[in-house]
């Protein structure tokens, strides 16, 4: 007969795999000073991140809408293909359009001034003197 060895099981029981993994995690923290891993820069990554996201769903929205508003208007009119070449280029210039707004900063649409930029002084050719 063979006689096999059990290892013997103390009353504590096995250690907490998670206990293990949360006291090496506070280990490796205080030897790199308490820094986050992700390092100080994390939310300018995530910023970026959603401003390309962005800045690729507006232009591809542009584009789809312009040509399947082409493709409407040749079945509409029975112009084809004209109508969707034309309003194609068209939406490929609305989605360059907006994307060179979102990466200037420019946030508000044609003809409003921007909120940061300085009060003109009126040249004397537009004062109205009233004297």
Same mark, same amino acid.
């Given at each position: 007969m063979v006689s096999v060895a059990l290892p013997q099981m103390s009353e504590s029981g096995p250690p907490d795999p998670l206990a293990r993994l949360g006291k090496r995690l506070d280990r490796a923290r205080s030897t790199r000073g308490g820094e986050p891993v $992700? +390092?100080?820069?994390?939310? #300018?990554? =995530? =910023?970026?991140?959603?401003?390309?996201? !962005? &800045? +690729?769903?507006?232009? %591809?929205? $542009? %584009?789809? *809408?312009? /040509?399947?508003? +082409?493709? $409407?208007?040749? !079945? @509409?009119? #029975?112009? !084809?293909? @004209? +109508?969707? &070449?034309?309003?194609?280029?068209?939406?490929? #210039?609305? #989605? *360059? /359009?907006? %994307?060179? !707004?979102?990466?200037?900063?420019?946030k508000m649409a044609v003809g409003y001034r921007r909120l940061d930029a300085p009060e003109r002084e009126p040249a004397k050719d537009e004062q109205d003197d009233e004297e």
């Open positions: $992700a +390092g100080p820069d994390a939310a #300018g990554g =995530q =910023q970026a991140m959603g401003l390309g996201l !962005r &800045i +690729g769903v507006e232009f %591809v929205v $542009a %584009v789809v *809408m312009a /040509t399947g508003l +082409g493709w $409407a208007l040749d !079945r @509409w009119l #029975g112009t !084809r293909p @004209w +109508g969707t &070449i034309v309003l194609f280029f068209l939406g490929v #210039g609305a #989605g *360059m /359009t907006s %994307v060179y !707004r979102a990466v200037t900063g420019i």
